[in-house]
C-alpha cells in the first residue's frame, strides 16, 4: 500500500501560478505510474496529468496542456504540478494518484491509490 499526502493549495488570483506537492510512502516511489486529477464542485473527477516512471513521458488533459508541467523527483518520493496562468475554471480539489506498473494513467485508468486532496481557489 502507498501514502500519498498532497500539498500547496490555496487562494490565487487569476492568471497567478502554484506548485502542488505530492509525497509518497509506502513502497518503492519509482515503481508508479502517477497522476493528478481535480474534481470542481458539482462535477465529476478528471484527468489532469500522469508521468511515468522515469518522469521521460507526461501527458496532458487538452484543459491544462501549455499551461500545467508535472514532474518528479524519485529520490524525494514526491510528484510535483507546476500550475501557471491560472483561471477561474481550474477552481478544484485536486488529487495525486498512483497507479503500479508501466501503464500511462491516461491509456489504463486512475491506479487505486489517492491522496486526501489539495484545494485549489482561483479568484477573478
Known amino acids: 500500500q502507498v501514502q500519498l499526502v498532497e500539498s500547496g493549495g490555496g487562494l490565487v488570483q487569476a492568471g497567478g501560478s502554484l506548485r502542488l506537492s505530492c509525497v509518497a510512502s509506502?513502497?518503492?516511489?519509482?515503481?508508479?505510474?502517477m497522476a493528478w486529477f481535480r474534481q470542481a464542485p458539482g462535477k465529476e473527477r478528471e484527468f489532469v496529468a500522469t508521468?511515468?516512471?522515469?518522469?521521460?513521458?507526461?501527458y496532458y488533459s487538452d484543459s491544462v496542456k501549455g499551461r500545467f508541467t508535472i514532474s518528479r523527483d524519485n529520490d524525494k518520493n514526491t510528484v510535483y504540478l507546476q500550475m501557471n496562468s491560472l483561471n477561474p475554471e481550474d477552481t478544484a480539489v485536486y488529487y495525486c494518484?498512483?497507479?503500479?506498473?508501466?501503464?500511462?494513467?491516461?491509456?489504463?485508468?486512475?491506479?487505486?491509490?489517492w491522496g486526501q486532496g489539495t484545494q485549489v481557489t482561483v479568484s477573478s
Open positions: 494518484n498512483a497507479r503500479y506498473g508501466a501503464l500511462m494513467v491516461h491509456t489504463a485508468g486512475a491506479g487505486p491509490h
Open positions: 508521468i511515468s516512471w522515469s518522469g521521460g513521458s507526461t
Open positions: 509506502g513502497r518503492t516511489f519509482s515503481n508508479y505510474v
